[in-house]
C-alpha cells in the first residue's frame, strides 16, 4: 500500500502507476522493477504472502484462487485491514491469537481481488461441531496464549475458515471470544477483592498496563475504579 508519493514499476511488459491511497498486487516470482514516479520519492508498506497461505481457502471451500484481477487498485476495507495488521505486527502488547487473525484479516480482505476457484460446496453440521470445539478449547485455556494453528487443529478447520465460521455463530473472533472470558474473570477477582496487578497476572494479561487497556475498553471504566464501586 502507497503511503505518500507516486512509484512506477514494468511488470510483464506492462508500464504500471501507483500512487498514495493505492494497493497492488504482485504474483510471486513475478520479474518486476521498482522506482520513484516523482521527484519527492515515495514511501510504502508491504505484506509479503507465502502462496500456502492462500491455498488453505481451498480446504474446503473449492479450489483457492491462483491470480490477481488486477494490478493497482483502490480498497478501503483492505487498505484499514492491511495496516491493523501492520500494527499488530509492530505491537509487543499484541497476543499471537490476535496477531495472527489480523494478518488473516488482511488476507481475507484481498481475496475480492483475487480470480476466484469453482464455487463452494454447501456447508455441513460438522462445521458446527468444530465451532463448538474451539469454542470449548478457550474455555478450558481461557487464560493461556491460545495460537490459531492450534485452535484449527483442535476444530479440524483451516484458520480461515475457523474464524470465519466462528465468526458467523458467535459474532465475535476467537481473540475476542477469549478476551471476554478473561475480561469476567477479571471481574469476578476485583470484586473478590484481588489487586489489579495481580488480577493482571491471573488472567493471562502481560502486565497491568494491559488489563487496564483492555478492561477499559470493555467495562467502561478501568480495573481500579471498577473495584472501588463495588
Same mark, same amino acid.
Given at each position: 500500500m502507497v503511503e505518500r508519493g507516486a512509484a512506477r514499476f514494468e511488470l510483464d511488459a506492462t508500464q504500471q502507476r501507483a500512487v498514495q491511497g493505492e494497493l497492488f498486487v504482485l504474483e510471486p516470482e513475478a520479474v518486476h522493477t521498482g522506482m520513484a514516479a516523482i521527484? =519527492?520519492?515515495?514511501?510504502?508498506?508491504?505484506?509479503?504472502? =507465502?502462496?500456502s497461505i492462500v491455498h488453505e481457502w481451498g480446504q474446503r471451500d473449492g479450489s483457492p484462487p491462483h491470480a490477481a484481477r488486477w494490478v493497482v487498485f483502490r480498497d478501503v476495507a483492505l487498505r484499514h485491514a492491511l495496516e491493523h495488521a501492520h500494527g499488530a505486527l509492530r505491537s =509487543?502488547?499484541?497476543?499471537?491469537?490476535?496477531l495472527e487473525e489480523a494478518v488473516?484479516?488482511?488476507v481475507a480482505a484481498l481475496?475480492? +481481488?483475487?480470480?476466484?476457484?469453482p464455487p463452494a460446496r454447501g456447508r455441513d453440521r460438522a462445521e458446527h461441531a468444530a465451532v463448538r470445539r474451539a469454542r470449548q478449547h478457550l474455555k478450558d485455556r481461557w487464560d493461556e496464549r491460545v495460537t490459531l494453528p492450534e485452535l484449527a487443529a483442535v476444530a479440524g478447520l483451516s484458520r480461515f475458515e475457523l474464524v470465519r465460521r466462528f465468526r458467523e455463530q458467535t459474532d465475535l473472533t476467537p481473540h475476542a471470544f477469549q478476551t471476554n472470558l478473561r475480561i469476567e474473570r477479571a471481574r469476578a477477582l476485583l470484586n473478590a477483592g484481588l489487586a489489579p496487578a495481580a488480577v493482571a497476572a491471573e488472567c493471562?494479561?502481560?502486565?497491568?498496563? +494491559?488489563?487496564?487497556?483492555?478492561f477499559k475498553r470493555a467495562v467502561g471504566v478501568s480495573p481500579g475504579r471498577y473495584a472501588r464501586a463495588q
Open positions: 521527484p =519527492e520519492g515515495w514511501m510504502y508498506k508491504v505484506l509479503y504472502i =507465502e502462496p =509487543e502488547a499484541v497476543g499471537s491469537l490476535a488473516l484479516g488482511a481475496r475480492p +481481488h483475487l480470480k476466484p476457484g493471562g494479561f502481560a502486565d497491568q498496563p +494491559h488489563l487496564t487497556r483492555v
